[in-house]
């Protein structure tokens, strides 16, 4: 009797594996918690049962050295290589636009200049307290702009957005994303062609023109007027990043489910050919993303778990990607990151650690990469690795330390799905 079969009638298949990356993970020891990380720190006797009943080790989610961006990190850990992948095409598929072959995708941020003939970057993401609706609003604003060629902006979450330019691009164009504020000569810059090839700069004629006249529109929009009034940043400003024309061509994983939400994470999965479970992102309504981020939390622990409830029968793998843990990374912030884990640990490891001994489910919980709080961005730090498979208990915490320690010992990334047989 073949799989399909079983998997047909629900008799005695089950799933095999879930992946569980939780974003930004890894951190390194800081003074705020008494020199620990915010995972040492954190009470999760969950993770540690599972880590108690199996391997550890330590992951360069790319290669030792380099700094990963999630979108790379996932394409990496799935076994493809990073330049057959773009961040645009991935934001703007997860956002629902339909792209064809030559349509310039981005992704955007809002965020906030002083001017622009100053030219100074005052925040990357407009403070962090974008609401829903003024995103919304201001989006709009911005799909009136005139350009020679059509374009669409979508906004996505907090600040967040994807940006398509119509048909017939180059996507040999530099970034104006800046990655970290020095704190002084944070200038804005325009995106530049990488080749001599007409097409490119013809691109790039495009995409300044569009970032000088969304500044003039964004800059004097009545949302950003009452947010000046509030004494809040205006988003004023936009920065794109991963130009692409092409859409990814990635390994396909047709057995495997994906918890999914953010728009990048959707993108993937479904260009990956998994199926996609996914929740309507709850609004920011209030200027705490904090509380936003939390409740966000709260819903992507509940549904995985009733998605794997659900479905463990008919899927081979699960991967969920949980966003909210990378936050806190990015702003120096080491007890809300520790709060986060604690809460993943409370909720969705609670529920795995009584669902997959009995059906004999392996578990990996890893990072896309690190966020150390102190350095208020993504490092080249390797990430712990967890791998359950139901083994004889030892004693165990899933941390940093432990994981550097561990019998699975040095990983990387783009071999983690074939090391814990995930195939
Ligand atoms: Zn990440
Ligand atoms: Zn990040």
């Given at each position: 009797?073949?799989?399909?079969?079983?998997?047909?009638?629900?008799?005695y298949?089950?799933?095999?594996?879930?992946?569980?990356?939780?974003?930004?993970?890894g951190?390194?020891?800081?003074?705020?918690?008494?020199?620990?990380?915010?995972?040492?720190?954190?009470?999760?006797?969950?993770?540690?049962?599972?880590a108690?009943?199996?391997?550890?080790?330590?992951?360069?989610p790319?290669?030792?050295?380099?700094?990963?961006?999630?979108d790379e990190?996932?394409?990496s850990?799935?076994?493809?290589?990073?330049?057959?992948?773009?961040?645009?095409?991935?934001e703007?598929?997860?956002?629902?636009?339909?792209?064809?072959?030559?349509?310039?995708?981005?992704?955007?941020?809002?965020?906030?200049?002083?001017?622009?003939?100053?030219?100074?970057?005052?925040?990357?993401?407009?403070?962090?307290?974008?609401?829903?609706?003024?995103?919304?609003?201001l989006?709009?604003?911005?799909?009136?702009?005139?350009?020679?060629?059509?374009?669409?902006?979508?906004?996505?979450?907090?600040?967040?957005?994807?940006?398509?330019?119509?048909?017939?691009?180059?996507?040999?164009?530099s970034?104006?994303?800046?990655?970290?504020?020095?704190?002084?000569?944070?200038?804005?810059?325009l995106?530049?062609?990488?080749?001599?090839?007409?097409?490119?700069?013809?691109?790039?004629?495009?995409?300044?023109?569009?970032?000088e006249?969304a500044?003039?529109?964004?800059d004097?929009?009545?949302?950003?007027?009452?947010?000046?009034?509030?004494?809040?940043?205006?988003?004023?400003y936009?920065?794109?990043?991963?130009?692409?024309?092409?859409?990814?061509?990635?390994?396909?994983?047709?057995?495997?489910l994906?918890?999914?939400?953010?728009?990048?994470?959707?993108?993937?999965?479904?260009?990956?050919?998994?199926?996609?479970?996914?929740?309507?992102?709850?609004k920011q309504?209030?200027l705490?993303?904090?509380?936003?981020?939390?409740?966000?939390?709260?819903?992507?622990?509940?549904?995985?778990?009733?998605t794997?409830?659900?479905?463990?029968?008919?899927?081979d793998?699960?991967?969920?990607?949980?966003?909210?843990?990378?936050?806190?990374?990015?702003?120096?912030?080491?007890?809300?990151?520790?709060?986060?884990?604690?809460?993943?640990?409370?909720?969705?490891?609670?529920?795995?650690?009584?669902?997959?001994?009995?059906?004999?489910?392996n578990?990996?919980?890893?990072?896309?990469?690190?966020?150390?709080?102190?350095l208020?961005?993504?490092?080249?730090?390797?990430?712990?690795?967890?791998?359950?498979?139901?083994?004889?208990?030892?004693?165990?915490?899933?941390?940093?330390?432990?994981a550097?320690?561990?019998?699975?010992?040095?990983?990387?990334?783009h071999?983690?799905?074939?090391?814990?047989?995930?195939?």
């Amino acid at each position: 009797m073949n799989i399909n079969f079983y998997k047909e009638y629900n008799i005695y298949f089950c799933m095999k594996g879930i992946l569980v990356i939780l974003d930004g993970l890894g951190d390194l020891p800081n003074k705020q918690l008494n020199d620990e990380t915010p995972l040492e720190a954190a009470n999760t006797p969950n993770l540690d049962f599972l880590a108690n009943r199996g391997e550890m080790g330590y992951m360069y989610p790319i290669k030792p050295g380099y700094i990963p961006q999630s979108d790379e990190a996932v394409v990496s850990i799935f076994g493809n290589d990073l330049i057959s992948s773009t961040r645009g095409q991935l934001e703007a598929s997860g956002a629902g636009i339909k792209l064809i072959r030559g349509d310039l995708a981005l992704r955007a941020n809002f965020a906030t200049i002083d001017s622009l003939e100053k030219g100074n970057i005052l925040d990357r993401r407009a403070g962090r307290t974008l609401t829903t609706k003024e995103a919304k609003t201001l989006a709009k604003a911005l799909n009136k702009i005139k350009l020679a060629r059509e374009f669409i902006f979508k906004p996505t979450i907090q600040h967040r957005g994807a940006l398509v330019f119509r048909g017939g691009f180059s996507d040999n164009i530099s970034d104006n994303h800046v990655y970290f504020l020095k704190g002084q000569d944070d200038k804005i810059k325009l995106c530049k062609p990488l080749d001599d090839d007409e097409n490119s700069q013809y691109s790039v004629n495009i995409v300044n023109e569009f970032l000088e006249k969304a500044y003039e529109v964004l800059d004097k929009h009545p949302v950003n007027e009452k947010r000046r009034e509030k004494g809040l940043m205006p988003a004023n400003y936009i920065l794109l990043r991963g130009a692409g024309i092409e859409i990814p061509k990635l390994k396909f994983y047709r057995n495997w489910l994906s918890v999914a939400y953010m728009p990048v994470e959707i993108g993937f999965s479904k260009i990956s050919e998994m199926k996609v479970f996914s929740f309507k992102y709850p609004k920011q309504k209030k200027l705490d993303v904090y509380e936003n981020l939390y409740k966000s939390l709260k819903k992507a622990c509940k549904v995985s778990i009733k998605t794997i409830k659900r479905n463990h029968k008919k899927f081979d793998y699960a991967y969920i990607h949980i966003k909210e843990t990378d936050v806190p990374g990015h702003d120096n912030k080491p007890f809300e990151k520790k709060e986060m884990l604690e809460h993943v640990d409370q909720t969705l490891f609670n529920f795995l650690r009584k669902f997959a001994p009995q059906r004999k489910i392996n578990i990996v919980v890893t990072g896309d990469h690190s966020t150390p709080c102190k350095l208020k961005s993504h490092s080249a730090d390797p990430v712990p690795v967890l791998f359950y498979n139901d083994s004889v208990p030892k004693e165990k915490k899933f941390n940093e330390k432990e994981a550097r320690k561990g019998i699975l010992r040095k990983i990387f990334g783009h071999d983690l799905i074939k090391k814990v047989e995930f195939v």
